[in-house]
C-alpha cells in the first residue's frame, strides 16, 4: 500500500498512521533533509537508460 502526502505536516498523515508515528517520520525527515543533498533523479535516470542500451547492443 502507498500513500501519498503532499505536505509532511498535513494532518492526514496524522489520521493515516498515527500522531506519534507521523511526529517521528518528520523529525526523521528532518534529520535526512539536513545531512544529504537534496535528490536528483536526472542521473539515476540517465544511468539507467545508458545500461538499458547496452544490453540491448
Known amino acids: ?3 501519498a502526502v503532499e505536505d509532511i505536516h498535513a ?3 496524522d489520521d493515516i498512521i498515527g500522531e506519534e508515528p507521523a511526529e517521528e517520520l518528520r523529525e526523521e525527515l528532518e534529520m535526512v533533509e539536513g545531512v544529504y543533498d537534496a535528490f536528483d533523479r536526472e542521473p539515476i535516470c540517465l544511468e539507467m537508460s545508458r545500461q538499458y542500451f547496452l544490453v540491448l547492443r
Request: hydrophobic share 50%; aromatic share 16%.
Open 1 to 3: 500500500m502507498y500513500i
Open 11 to 13: 494532518k492526514e498523515l
